[in-house]
T-cell receptor, first 109, second 113 residues
């Protein structure tokens, strides 16, 4: 049930781009993306609904391939503040909401 | 501030004991979700309630139970606690449609000694 994310960890220099992938074995209604700083609560970034794509932030965007049950998060021109652990969350048709395994992103100067 | 309130912030208790975690959702939200996050691990879905009714169940142990009250606050009860239950427990709420972004409380850190 838990979606799988890749990569597990990424280290970037400021200004570089990154892609985080999320895939599920179940049919999905929606995909969410969240960022969690150490010791803090996850914060919502964006949601992608079946049949559409929604952009939540200026330099952070995402795609959702319904047929493949996959989503990707794109971070462009990364900033130090982007550091954290990124989780995708998938909602299936049974209303269950599972988070992925997480991707640790570290942006260094 | 997400608008979701969790209490207490920290709990330290011994093995075999029982504790209750409380969550108040954002004003207007009808759904409440509970998640467990062990040290540096992912978020494990436990259970979801919608307007007082259980809507979805995840990997929740039989020693754990939850409920959502008429005023929409929710409680997660953990009993016969084991060392492995030590974790950060998050509550989240979502809009009345039952589907939408999740807004998380700051979590309750449970330490079982």
């Amino acid at each position: 049930q838990q979606p799988v994310q890749s990569p597990q960890a990424v280290i970037l220099r400021e200004g570089e781009d990154a892609v985080i992938n999320c895939s599920s074995s179940k049919a999905l209604y929606s995909v969410h993306w969240y960022r969690q700083k150490h010791g803090e609560a996850p914060v919502f970034l964006m949601i992608l609904l079946k049949g559409g794509e929604q952009k939540g932030h200026e330099k952070i965007s995402a795609s959702f391939n319904e047929k493949k049950q996959q989503s990707s998060l794109y971070l462009t021109a990364s900033q130090l503040s982007y550091s954290g652990t990124y989780f995708c969350g998938t909602e299936n048709t049974g209303n269950q909401f599972y988070f992925g395994t997480g991707t640790s992103l570290t942006v260094i100067p | 501030d997400s608008g979701v309130t969790q209490t207490p912030k920290h709990l330290i208790t011994a093995t075999g004991q029982r504790v209750t975690l409380r969550c108040s959702p954002r004003s207007g939200d009808l759904s409440v979700y509970w998640y467990q996050q062990s040290l540096d691990q992912g978020l494990q879905f436990l259970i979801q309630y919608y307007n007082g009714e259980e809507r979805a169940k995840g990997n929740i142990l039989e020693r754990f139970s939850a409920q959502q009250f008429p005023d929409l606050h929710s409680e997660l009860n953990l009993s016969s606690l084991e060392l492995g239950d030590s974790a950060l427990y998050f509550c989240a709420s979502s809009p009345p449609s039952g589907r939408g972004s999740l807004h998380f409380g700051n979590g309750t850190r449970l330490t079982v000694t």
